[in-house]
DNA sequence: GCGCATTAGATGCGTGCGCATGTATGGTCT
DNA sequence: AGACCATACATGCGCACGCATCTAATGCGC
């Protein structure tokens, strides 16, 4: 069980800092921003509330509501008060949004698929056994 | 590969912050800080570089140094320079380390258990197929 | 309608991180 | 020996995070 935990640390800490490198480099995202964009295309839906995007990407609601402003200042989402409980927010992403999410994609799919391809397929079967 | 990511991502998210609780309510350890005592505990050696705990619990060499200054500050290791190389540091567990660890160990175990055997055995295996 | 607990999201604050750099020592080449 | 690059760790800085708290809007009991 032990050795399972260093196995997920190692393989979440190698494909973490590359997206991190390469996202950043590339598209100028990171690991979470991408993945909230990432959320937001794969379902077709173009509203989502705050919380509902901090539960996929596992962060906190405060850290979701600071990354969506920077989003909102990179003009890749929108932010709108939802008419029906005024409390809310719908995040909307924008024209932007999906163009940059398409660009980084393929080298979102590239790293996962050169560093989780690598030590993966091995390691990730070990554990159940 | 995409789904073999996101299980990663929600694995490791569970496990930590379950570990970040744990331990620090009950020992006042975060999981790095764990991790590097178990590290020195494990493998007989008294003596350890910097670089070399850093790599083993995938943190940067300034994150590494600092988490040896909170560590010897909370006086669970001691730095002594290394006569033979007097540029590097040997760091040291005290018996204060030792006793802290055994004590916090049988919680990390507990949390492993409960947080991965719950969704592990099934998740961990998806992968390889 | 009027309080009051509840909920959604924003924000102040402290902390740990990585990057870049600083400082000291070691090794090498001439 | 002296100049120069490399190595080992420490530190300044900015950033993203979580926790606690704040604000605004909702709903419920009366």
Redesign the pocket.
């Known amino acids: 069980m032990v050795t399972a935990w260093r196995t997920l640390l190692a393989q979440h800490?190698a494909v973490w800092?590359a997206l991190?490198?390469e996202l950043g480099e590339k598209h100028h995202l990171?690991p979470?921003e991408f993945e909230v964009l990432d959320r937001m295309v794969e379902s077709g839906q173009d509203k989502?509330?705050?919380?509902?995007l901090?539960d996929a990407v596992?962060?906190?609601?405060?850290?979701?509501?600071?990354?969506?402003?920077?989003l909102e200042r990179a003009g890749l989402v929108s932010?709108s008060i939802?008419q029906?409980?005024?409390?809310?927010?719908?995040?909307c992403i924008t024209d932007d949004g999906r163009a940059r999410h398409a660009a980084a994609a393929p080298t979102h799919r590239a790293v996962l698929t050169a560093v989780l391809g690598d030590a993966a397929p091995a390691t990730l079967a070990t554990v159940p056994a």
Chains 1, 2 share one sequence.
């Open positions: 800490a800092c991190e490198r990171g979470s989502y509330r705050v919380q509902e901090a596992h962060l906190s609601q405060s850290a979701l509501s600071r990354l969506i402003a920077r932010r939802c029906a409980d005024r409390r809310g927010i719908f995040v």
